[in-house]
């Protein structure tokens, strides 16, 4: 099993058997195979936000497994780009070899249909607890970001054809949203 499955597993036993408030406030304190080595405390995931926060990607089932593998990966680089705490600090292996951080979050990655997806942003985005990242089919075929923001902005709402999301935030409120999506396979 590898360190990230092990590490995500852990977080995972702890979040349902300990609460938040009694853990330690940051990785430096957990046992050896979870803790960081070498970490920038302004880019240290903090063990409370992994227990309190979730971060999910939901896919749309219709897209071609090249599209779906290019949403979840734009959408994770968004996600990080916004929330510095959401990607653990650098590591080192045995022999002192540098790693860079790794989202210190489980990334449980669903599906739902594109209109599905539609409709749960529009949910989401009555929720000020809650950060949406969204994928368009807007942003997939542009060739610049330039070209996309200006057919983006030329684009109603209700036409929008949504390739993926990703939701961060409460842990309970991501659950509310996408808790009966199944799981990406």
């Known amino acids: ?16 058997a300990v609460s938040s408030s009694s853990m330690p406030a940051s990785f430096a304190d957990l046992p050896n195979d979870v803790r960081s080595l070498c970490g920038m405390p302004d880019h240290r995931a903090s063990l409370s936000g992994v227990l309190t ?20 990966a734009l959408l994770g680089v968004g996600l ?21 951080g790794m989202c210190a979050y489980p990334i449980p990655v669903l599906r739902a249909p594109a209109e599905q997806l539609h409709a749960l942003r529009a949910e989401a985005a009555t929720r000020p607890d809650l950060t949406i990242h969204d ?24 036409d929008i054809e949504y390739l993926g999301l990703a939701l961060y935030g409460p842990r309970p409120t991501i659950d509310s949203l996408t808790g009966a999506l199944p799981l990406y396979r």
């Open 53 to 72: 926060n979730k971060l999910v990607v939901i896919i749309a089932t219709e897209a071609p497994i090249g599209v779906a593998l290019n949403t979840a």
């Open 135 to 158: 994928m368009t089919q807007v942003a997939q075929q542009a060739r610049t970001y330039e070209q996309m923001s200006t057919r983006l902005s030329g684009t109603k709402p209700e």
């Open 1 to 16: 099993m590898s360190r990230l499955v092990r590490r995500a597993s852990f977080c995972s036993i702890r979040s349902s």
């Open 80 to 100: 990080g780009r916004h929330h510095d705490d959401t990607v653990g600090p650098d590591t080192a292996d045995a022999s002192g070899t540098p790693h860079t």
